[in-house]
């Protein structure tokens, strides 16, 4: 099965690499990434393909549904948390981008069966970050592409708005030295969508009262 990757790693090797041996091996010695990019595990997303960008262009952080869970120092292991420290507290990347998808799996699962997800589910602890997302959804429009998308770029803005409780992001945003975006990406358009967050967090903090509310 992995044949197919060690004849694309041949390729790697003996184009691209031996073509750009000496940047390789430049960016060897350092990595200074303009972009901390939070995305999808999503086996359909190739970022770096996507964005044409070449190596030590991107600091990749991938998750189930490119959540950012709150900040918290207590608990259990925090991938996502550590990934986004060294970016930005030792690598000082200067911007953060949470790229979210269509059809997307996790979004999908959460909106379909919010309490079906096994209770002790990996998948749904993590996707509870998201929770009132599926309240967006409407029930009669489960066909609808648009009704995930909703909640997609929802999710997005959650996420980032769960960034700015990091203190060391939150002030380097207020001193003006770190800037965070939220897209959407079409995995069949190909269309490239810039998410809103003040829209969308408003749309959240309503649906997240109706819920308290029920
Ligand atoms: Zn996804």
């Known amino acids: ?55 030590g262009d991107l600091f990749v952080i991938r998750n189930v549904a490119n959540l950012v869970p709150p900040y918290e120092v207590e608990g259990s292991y925090h991938g996502t948390s550590a990934a986004l420290q060294y970016a930005i507290t030792v690598l000082e990347a200067p911007e953060i981008i949470v790229l979210g998808h269509s059809r997307c799996g996790g979004i999908r699962s959460l909106v379909l069966d919010p309490d079906k997800m096994e209770k002790d589910s990996f998948i749904s602890r993590w996707m ?46 207020a001193a003006g030295t770190l800037q965070i975006n939220g897209w959407h990406y079409n995995i069949y358009s190909g269309a490239l969508k810039k998410v809103h967050d003040q829209d969308t967090i408003s749309t959240i903090v309503e649906a997240s009262d109706d819920a308290s509310a029920d």
């Open 128 to 173: 509870s970050i998201v929770a009132p997302v599926a309240k967006l959804a409407d029930p009669d429009k489960l066909n609808d592409p648009k009704t995930f998308s909703q909640c997609e770029q929802a999710a997005i803005g959650f996420s980032l708005r769960n960034l700015l409780t990091y203190p060391w992001i939150a002030s380097r945003v």
């Open 1 to 55: 099965m992995s044949e197919k990757l060690l004849e694309g790693y041949k390729r790697f090797k003996e184009g691209y690499y031996a073509q750009n041996r000496e940047k390789i091996r430049e960016l060897a010695q350092d990595q200074r990434p303009s972009y901390v990019l939070i995305t999808c595990c999503d086996a359909r997303l190739e970022p770096s393909r996507i964005f044409d960008t070449e190596p």
